[in-house]
T-cell receptor, first 114, second 114 residues
């Protein structure tokens, strides 16, 4: 099956812990993205990567880190510096730097601080 | 800067009636406009997009959207709504420039009653 796989679906974090959300795609897409979704606020961009070994901060990058060592993988680490990490996290990808390209989304991961 | 406004938090319609979800945008230059749908606890599914050409765009599941440049709008429509259309709908815009970020509206919850 082609698509974007996020794991885990549900993750619980203790105060002061770093956690990593996995995102893998087999669509051969060059660009990958991480969005955060909070109720009533739509989606906000955390980080995006247009090519392997390169990534840029989005609108709310503080407290998050990413890597792009392989084309198909774009993991997101939520660090202890992120003070309010409880949210729904969405990974997405698109076929490259053309404005008309559609961004496709994974099924999302819930992160809850306990 | 680019932005999207979805003026209605909620839209309620009866099954079989027409459905309209409103979206207005702000962007420098020609816009690239997208509609997505999200079901509870799921990722976003792509419905349709406007890149150029015909102002009326047809998409998945019987949805269509009309691009109106003078009113900077991109309203989503369906002639006859189904109960299964009940979901959260997002409008998004991407403008020309050196980045490929997609900016989302806050979303509109559609409820179709039987």
């Amino acid at each position: 099956d082609g698509g974007i796989t996020q794991s885990p679906k549900y993750l619980f974090r203790k105060e002061g812990q770093n956690v990593t959300l996995s995102c893998e795609q087999n669509l051969n897409h060059d660009a990958m993205y991480w969005y955060r979704q909070d109720p009533g606020q739509g989606l906000r961009l955390i980080y995006y990567s247009q090519i392997v070994n390169d990534f840029q901060k989005g609108d709310i990058a503080e407290g998050y880190s990413v890597s792009r060592e392989k084309k198909e993988s774009f993991p997101l680490t939520v660090t202890s510096a992120q003070k309010n990490p409880t949210a729904f996290y969405l990974c997405a990808s698109s076929s490259g730097p053309t404005f008309g390209n559609t961004i496709y989304f994974g099924e999302g991961s819930w992160l809850t601080v306990v | 800067a680019q932005s999207v406004a979805q003026p209605e938090d909620q839209v309620n319609v009866a099954e079989g009636n027409p459905l309209t979800v409103k979206c207005t945008y702000s962007v420098s230059g020609n816009p690239y406009l997208f509609w997505y749908v999200q079901y509870p606890n799921r990722g976003l599914q792509f419905l349709l997009k406007y890149i150029t050409g015909d102002n009326l765009v047809k998409g998945s599941y019987g949805f269509e959207a009309e691009f109106n440049k003078s009113q900077t709008s991109f309203h989503l429509k369906k002639p006859s709504a189904l109960v299964s259309d009940s979901a959260l709908y997002f409008c998004a815009v991407r403008g020309p420039g050196n980045d490929y970020k997609l900016s989302f509206g806050a979303g509109t919850t559609v409820t179709v009653r039987a």
